[in-house]
Structures are given as structure tokens and as C-alpha cells.
């Protein structure tokens, strides 16, 4: 349910670093406390995000929540699939419903964030 290739933020979003950038989402947790996600905001590509800022937002039938960067860089991509299909996020969080991708600033910063085993202790500690 939560993979092991993947670090993940005490605010719900995974990052899976693939070189010098990252491709960030939300968790299986976070999709399964928002409901059905009806709408994504997603930031333009070139924007500078650092970690732990808002790049966006996620609206379900029961609340909006923000997104949370959880590393600097830039945004290099996005995932545009999500405009017309935002229940990807339901369906596959840590794969079609991926949000954005980041040039990582300081590529080491990934490794600051918590482990699949980590974020699952976080859970349960409630």
C-alpha cells in the first residue's frame, strides 16, 4: 500500500526521485480520508516551489486541501490527464494520479523525508 521506492511527507504527499527530479503525489491515505476527488489545481510548469509550501490543491466531495511540495525546485511538469480525470487520484495514487514533477534543488533533499516504514508508524500513531 505504500511503497518502498517512495519517501513521503507528514502531510500526505510521496515523492519518487527518478535522477536529478522528482515526481510527487498524494498518498493511499490521503486519497482514501479526501473521498472522491472531484477537481486538482495544479501550478504552471517554471514555477519555484520550496519544500513545504502549497503548489496546489485538491477538491473532493467533502473538503479542499492544499498540496504540499516536499522538496524545492522547480516544476518541470504536471500532470495535465488530471484536468479531465480527477479520480485518478482515487484509482491510482501512486501512478496515473501522480501530480506534479520537480528538478529537485538539492537532490539529497529527498532523503531527509520518511520511509514507506516511517510514514506507517506516522499513521498509526495517529
Do not use: C
Not at 25 to 40: E, K, M, N, P, S
Request: charged share 25%.
Amino acid at each position: 500500500m505504500y511503497p518502498e521506492n517512495l519517501r513521503y511527507t507528514g502531510e500526505h504527499e510521496w515523492i519518487r526521485v527518478e535522477g536529478g527530479s522528482g515526481v510527487v503525489g498524494i498518498t493511499h491515505f490521503a486519497q482514501d480520508a479526501l473521498g472522491d476527488v472531484v477537481y486538482v489545481e495544479l501550478p504552471e510548469t517554471g514555477r519555484v516551489v520550496k519544500a513545504g509550501e502549497a503548489f496546489g490543491a485538491v477538491e473532493s466531495v467533502k473538503s479542499v486541501s492544499d498540496l504540499y511540495s516536499p522538496v524545492g525546485g522547480t516544476v518541470t511538469g504536471v500532470n495535465a490527464e488530471l484536468a479531465g480525470r480527477p479520480e485518478l487520484v482515487n484509482q491510482d495514487p501512486y501512478g496515473e494520479g501522480w501530480m506534479i514533477v520537480i528538478e529537485l534543488a538539492d537532490p539529497g533533499e529527498a532523503d531527509g523525508l520518511l520511509s514507506a516504514r516511517a510514514y506507517q508508524e506516522l499513521l498509526k500513531e495517529g
